[in-house]
């Protein structure tokens, strides 16, 4: 159950495009379609951005997308806007009914 | 509306106890597995338990093993964790989530959990 990979901080400017990685192993991201992504603000209660790997829940943005390759998904938001600046965490299954979580990446809007 | 309302933290000495609850609206409580992931200060998120929709099947993350119990009462639309030996590591809030497949699509507001002398 060791934690999955982020980079501790990713920068952008309105508009642009960022990626967030999350680096797991041959036990849970390569495993299995099953990563999830939250956003989650100060002080509040993180919220589910994408889920099976690229999935989008209802009414979800669609300037946040998800993808996989091997032991490593990705989290893309487009269109950079202000509100976007948050934590972001990663989260895919480990088998036997378990879970685990990056240890999360903090997005600054420039 | 989904609502995930937990309570039950607050201040514990190391080694004593506490239970936690969540209380679920706005959905078919027993149709759903459910979770709890803790956020310690300044940390990042923690997986913590699963529980099935029966209530038989549970699991928990390593650090809690033995210590902790998660339960559910589905005639109440109630959700539990029930922790014991509490150490100064698991100072943290508490979040309960309804966890359709393995992700988390509902979250409450958190309880916070301090262990303290």
């Known amino acids: 159950q060791s934690a999955l990979t982020q980079p501790a901080s990713v920068s952008g400017s309105p508009g642009q495009s960022i990626t967030i990685s999350c680096t797991g192993t041959s036990s849970d991201i390569e495993s299995y379609n099953l990563v999830s992504w939250y956003q989650q603000h100060p002080g509040k209660a993180p919220k589910l951005m994408i889920y099976?790997?690229?999935k989008r829940p209802s009414g979800g943005s669609d300037r946040f997308s998800g993808s996989k390759s091997g032991k490593t998904a990705s989290l893309t938001i487009s269109g950079l806007q202000a509100e976007d600046e948050a934590d972001y965490y990663c989260?895919?299954?480990?088998?036997?009914?378990?879970?685990?979580f990056g240890g999360g990446t903090k997005l600054t809007v420039l | 509306e989904v609502q995930l309302v937990e309570s039950g933290g607050g201040l514990v000495q190391p080694g004593g106890s506490l239970r936690l609850s969540c209380a679920a609206s706005?959905?078919?409580?027993?149709?759903?597995?459910m979770s709890w992931v803790r956020q310690a200060p300044g940390k990042g998120l923690e997986w913590v338990a699963n529980?099935?929709?029966?209530?038989?099947?549970?699991y928990y993350v390593d650090s809690v093993k033995g210590r902790f119990t998660i339960s559910r009462h589905n005639g109440k639309n109630s959700l539990y964790l029930e922790m014991n030996s509490l150490r100064d590591e698991d100072t943290a809030v508490y979040y309960c989530?309804?966890?359709?497949?393995?992700?988390?699509?509902?979250w409450g507001q958190g309880t916070l959990v301090t262990v303290s002398s």
């Open positions: 099976e790997d690229s």
């Open positions: 706005g959905f078919t409580f027993g149709s759903y597995w």
């Open positions: 529980i099935k929709q029966d209530g038989i099947d549970k």
């Open positions: 989260c895919s299954y480990a088998g036997s009914s378990t879970l685990v």
């Open positions: 989530a309804r966890a359709p497949l393995f992700y988390f699509d509902y």
